[in-house]
């Protein structure tokens, strides 16, 4: 096989054939609403305050796709679905601890085995290193923000920074000295913006003044839905921690994150938050107030350590351009799924609800993506394997969920191109006590099933996309809740999902 490749790719050459390059960047928990190119809930607010400059221009020089979407909204899961074309159930990583069913097929040996040069760099969160790979430097399990230590296969190292720079450092010192005589894949994989949202002292002050939007469900009652969003531990009212998250601390007091940091380092952060500190416990602020003071603070971190992630897809650009690989190198800005924002009293992700389920993905491909494209067929993450294969010129085995969307980036419009996702959750004995369902998102729809206690929630995005008032059990939409289950039924029998069956006796709350 490997010969047969490596034939192929000497006969692409021959003919005058170039293959390009691959540069991943990959995020964790960035949302849409937070990516100025988007039109999102805070795009607006992102583009004039600057949150995603070298994102927006990636965008703007190549396109996005405005329904990108997971198929189980949590970091590990995604991933894997990412590396393997396959739904949860079938790459064995339904959770945060499990690693990949052994055996299966993963994208990187595909890639390798086609003539690329492979490396990863940053953040893995699966149990085992990444086979058929190069090269790889991984954050241990979810990574520290400062001074993070990497495993590689040499042992494990410690770098002293910013977690977010080093990974851009760690990447750009292999772009410089990799073979030139052979294509490469690199996948840049950056904590941030995970949570503890911890940024770097550069923006420390950034923000400061100004005041982020607030969603208009940032009070939801969830009135409208069934029992599991009553009974989720993920508000920022209630949940999000005030030392940890939010860094609200006492004099000499100092979490695990900040005692990583030198006495010098922690005395750069309490300059500045310090003050914030003092007058946070002078306000005494309780109720609502308190949870508007939550959410800026919050989200200020968060955008804050964007920012940052946003300096390094700006380098990352540059130095292709500086070094004569701009227009034969393919830039890929995703992140593994969706966030909450204060949307429902918020943070976090792991529903089939919008905010959560839809993962940005915005690629520049010149010659191919037409500068300014917003691509609307759906795509999942289950797609990228295969797609990234066939940019390579590469063998995509049988039996993917997954489909490569090469043609739909060059301009074609599938006949058979999937018209709904599939989706499934399964952590609900995870930290935030979401339960767990399978469900169906269509064009104008989506559809829910709890069943753990037998719930469903069917929402009218067009009518109600804020997704505040399930419609299942009106009259009115009973036709189209029986359409939905049908569809539902096919894909769930299509992907041969049969773990809810196994979950409703196994998973009750």
């Known amino acids: 096989m490997v010969a047969l490749l490596g034939a192929l790719a000497g006969e692409l050459v021959a003919a005058g054939v170039t293959r390009p390059n691959i540069v991943f960047i990959f995020t964790d928990d960035h949302s849409l609403q937070t990516i100025g190119a988007y039109n999102a809930r805070l795009s607006a607010f992102c583009r004039k305050q600057g949150v995603t400059p070298n994102i927006d221009r990636l965008a703007a020089r190549g396109g996005l796709f405005v329904d990108s979407f997971c198929g189980n909204s949590l970091c590990s899961p995604s991933r894997a679905a990412i590396l393997s074309g396959l739904h949860s159930h079938a790459n064995g990583v339904r959770t945060l601890s499990q690693p990949i069913r052994e055996g299966v097929w993963t994208f990187p040996g595909a890639l390798r085995e086609a003539g690329y040069q492979t490396a990863v760099i940053g953040k893995w969160h699966l149990d085992k290193t990444p086979a058929g790979t190069d090269y790889w430097r991984l954050l241990n399990g979810q990574g520290t923000y400062w001074h993070p230590e990497f495993s590689g296969p040499d042992g494990k190292e410690k770098r002293n920074g910013y977690a977010t720079d080093i990974i851009t450092d760690m990447s750009l010192d292999w772009l410089r000295q990799r073979d030139t005589t052979k294509p490469f894949m690199m996948m840049i994989q950056h904590k941030a913006p995970h949570r503890n949202w911890m940024p770097p002292p550069r923006y420390y002050s950034w923000l400061g003044k100004v005041k982020v939007p607030e969603p208009s469900t940032l009070f939801d009652d969830y009135a409208g839905r069934m029992s599991p969003a009553h009974n989720q531990k993920m508000e920022i009212n209630r949940t999000m921690t005030m030392d940890g998250d939010l860094k609200v601390l006492e004099p000499g007091k100092w979490g695990q994150e900040f005692n990583r940091m030198s006495e010098s380092e922690r005395a750069e952060w309490n300059a500045v938050f310090g003050p914030r500190n003092e007058a946070f416990f002078k306000a005494k602020l309780t109720g609502r107030e308190l949870t508007r003071w939550k959410y800026q603070e919050y989200m200020k971190d968060y955008l804050r350590c964007i920012k940052a992630v946003d300096d390094g897809v700006g380098r990352v650009v540059d130095y292709l351009k500086e070094a004569g690989l701009e227009q034969n190198t393919v830039v890929i800005y995703a992140s593994d799924q969706g966030?909450?924002?204060g949307e429902h009293g918020w943070f976090d992700k792991r529903w089939i609800y919008e905010e959560s389920i839809h993962m940005p993905f915005i690629i520049r491909w010149p010659g191919v993506v037409k500068p300014g494209t917003r691509f609307t067929p759906f795509?999942?993450?289950?797609?990228?394997?295969?797609?990234?294969?066939?940019?390579?010129?590469?063998?995509?085995?049988?039996?993917?969920?997954g489909k490569s969307f090469v043609p739909i980036l060059r301009g074609e419009k599938p006949a058979d191109w999937r018209k709904s996702v599939y989706y499934h959750y399964y952590d609900f004995k995870g930290a935030h006590n979401v339960a767990n369902h399978y469900g169906v998102r269509t064009e104008r729809h989506t559809l829910a099933h709890y069943y753990a206690t037998d719930e469903w929630e069917m929402f009218d995005n067009r009518k109600d996309p804020q997704q505040l008032r399930s419609v299942y059990a009106e009259p009115g939409y009973a036709k189209t809740v029986g359409k939905l289950k049908t569809e539902l039924n096919r894909l769930r029998g299509l992907y041969k999902d049969t773990d809810a069956d196994e979950g409703a006796r196994i998973s009750k709350p």
Do not use: C, R
């Not at 990234?388 to 085995?397: D, K, L, N, R, W």
């Open 379 to 401: 795509i999942q993450n289950i797609d990228y394997a295969p797609t990234f294969v066939e940019m390579a010129g590469g063998s995509i085995p049988d039996g993917l969920h």
């Open 339 to 341: 966030f909450f924002n």
